[in-house]
């Protein structure tokens, strides 16, 4: 463990699974004091047993602004700012259009897009000048993908995010970066296939298009998160930063 992060409030929404289990468990390990949410209360009891370090769970759907007022309000007990907004609870499934319903429209826009725009805004009374927030958009931000267009929608409108608030946030001096994973070995995304054979097909599949040869692990895009996070990256604003293993590049 080391004090990297020591004295610092991180904010994880979707920190009981995946990446941002993943990135908890970075954060807290560099001595950050972090909240994680997730809107299962077994997956959060779970990820708080996971996370070594100084961390709180509070349950809520970040699609919920009541729930994201919670948030807040919990993190406001304990301290008086927050350092680092992870925006990062999200998820998608697939359907080609012709078959998308309104009801998977409105699902994936409210926890990609309304979740993570009113995490960022309410957090802002919060969160201290000079400070940084982080958003999960993805590789679909820039790419076609067949069956998973209104999830790729998200994800641009999430990285446009990250160029018009650094815009807004210029006189706070509040950081604003996109962190875009290609395919990580996540729950989500294993879900997102199914199980069989034909599931493990289409994945290979997909592995054998990376350049990097491989797929990647949640930790690895929690090394970009904290970079992101931290005094390195002070002239790091507004970018979207792929760790795609080069998927995205060519
Ligand atoms: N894995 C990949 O290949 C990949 C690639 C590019 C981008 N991403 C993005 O990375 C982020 C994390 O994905 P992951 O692969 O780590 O997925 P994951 O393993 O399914 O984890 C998702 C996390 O978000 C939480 N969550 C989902 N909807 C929520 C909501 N409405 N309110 C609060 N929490 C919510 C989940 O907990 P509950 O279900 O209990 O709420 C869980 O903690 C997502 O934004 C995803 O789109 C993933």
Not at 80 to 102: H, K, W
Not at 142 to 170: E, H, M, P
Request: hydrophobic share 40%.
């Amino acid at each position: 463990m080391t004090d990297k992060f020591s004295n610092k409030v991180v904010v994880v929404t979707g920190g009981t699974s995946g990446i941002g289990l993943a990135t908890a468990k970075a954060f807290a390990a560099e001595g950050a004091s972090v909240f994680i949410t997730g809107r299962r209360q077994d997956a959060l009891d779970a990820a708080i047993r996971q996370i070594h370090g100084k961390v709180t769970g509070v349950r809520g759907d970040m699609a919920n602004l009541a729930d994201i007022d919670r948030l807040y309000d919990t993190v406001q007990q304990a301290h008086a700012q927050i350092d680092v907004v992870f925006a990062n609870a999200g998820g998608g499934d697939l359907a080609p259009l012709g078959a998308i319903s309104e009801e998977q429209y409105e699902r994936t826009f409210a926890t990609n897009v309304k979740g993570v725009l009113f995490t960022v805004q309410k957090a802002l009374p919060l969160l201290r000048d000079g400070g940084s927030v982080i958003l999960t958009s993805s590789t679909t931000s820039i790419k076609g993908t067949g069956a998973f267009s209104v999830y790729s929608a998200t994800k641009a409108a999430v990285r446009n995010f990250a160029r018009s608030w650094i815009l807004d946030l210029k006189d706070r001096r509040i950081r604003v970066n996109a962190v875009s994973p290609g395919l990580t070995e996540t729950a989500g995304l294993n879900e997102l296939f199914g199980g069989g054979e034909q599931a493990d097909a289409t994945k290979e599949y997909l592995v054998g298009q990376i350049p990097a040869g491989r797929i990647g692990q949640p930790e690895e895009i929690a090394k970009a998160v904290l970079f992101l996070a931290s005094d390195e990256a002070s002239y790091v604003n507004g970018v979207e930063l792929f760790v795609d293993g080069g998927q995205a590049q060519i």
